[in-house]
């Protein structure tokens, strides 16, 4: 299983480092990323395969969420289809 994982907020150092940190600790795979400065702000997008997590989707996105709070950004995770649902018209 696929999810997307987004990643915004202002920039500083270690948001990648923490988020990858906390995904491997959690069994899952980053398979593609790709990440931008905007001005003072940071937008990363990531494509993951949750397939061998240790945790069910839907609390994996709720501890992201939490990690995103800790360090001050705001982290989605979603299933792959439910967020090409959103972003196809």
């Given at each position: 299983?696929?999810?997307?994982?987004?990643?915004t907020g202002k920039d500083r150092q270690g948001i990648i480092a923490k988020v990858s940190a906390f995904l491997a600790e959690k069994g899952a795979n980053i398979?593609?990323?790709s990440q931008t400065i905007l001005?003072?702000?940071?937008?990363?997008?990531?494509?993951?395969?949750i397939s061998s997590a240790t945790e069910?989707?839907?609390?994996?996105?709720k501890e992201?969420?939490?990690?995103?709070?800790?360090?001050?950004m705001a982290i989605y995770m979603?299933?792959?289809?439910i967020f090409?649902?959103?972003?196809?018209v």
């Open positions: 299983m696929k999810a997307v994982v987004t990643v398979e593609d990323i001005g003072e702000y940071f937008a990363m997008i990531m494509m993951v395969d069910e989707l839907a609390t994996l996105a992201c969420a939490e990690l995103g709070k800790q360090i001050g979603q299933h792959e289809d090409n649902a959103m972003h196809n």
